[in-house]
C-alpha cells in the first residue's frame, strides 16, 4: 500500500511540474507578444501620424475581431469535444476555409473609401 501511495505522489508532482511548465511558456510567449505588437504599433504611429494610425487601427481592429471572433470560438469548442485527432485536423481546415471567406465577405461589406485613380474602395485607405 506504501509504494501505491508513493507512486501516486510521484504522479501528482509530476503533473504539477508540467503544468507549471506549461503555464510558464504561456505566460512567457503572451509577453513577447506584447512586447513585440507595442514596438511595431509605437513604430507605425511615429511614421504614420496619429490621425492615420488612430483610423487605420479603429479599422483594422473592427474588422479582424467581427472576421475571426465566430470562426475561433465555435471552432475552439468544437475541437475541445473532440477526441479524434484526425477529427480536429480537419476542423483547423475547415476553420482556415470558413476565417478566409468571412475576411473576404467582412472586406466587400466594410465601407472603405474610393481612390481617385481605379475607383476601387480600399479598407486601408488611411495608409494610402
Not at 504611429?45 to 470560438?73: D, N, W
Not at 480536429?88 to 475576411?103: G, H
Amino acid at each position: 500500500v506504501k509504494q501505491g501511495h508513493d507512486r501516486n505522489a510521484e504522479l501528482e508532482q509530476e503533473h504539477l511540474r508540467r503544468a507549471v511548465k506549461g503555464l510558464s511558456a504561456v505566460v512567457q510567449s503572451q509577453i513577447w507578444a506584447r512586447c513585440f505588437t507595442y514596438i511595431l504599433k509605437t513604430a507605425a504611429a511615429r511614421v504614420l501620424g496619429p490621425k492615420k494610425f488612430a483610423e487605420a487601427e479603429i479599422r483594422l481592429g473592427l474588422f479582424l475581431s467581427l472576421a475571426l471572433l465566430p470562426t475561433k470560438e465555435g471552432c475552439r469548442r468544437i475541437a475541445i469535444r473532440s477526441s479524434n485527432e484526425s477529427a480536429a485536423f480537419v476542423l483547423a481546415v475547415l476553420s482556415a476555409i470558413l476565417t478566409m471567406a468571412l475576411s473576404v465577405i467582412g472586406y466587400a461589406l466594410v465601407p472603405g473609401t474610393k481612390t481617385a485613380a481605379t475607383g476601387t474602395t480600399r479598407l486601408l485607405a488611411p495608409l494610402a
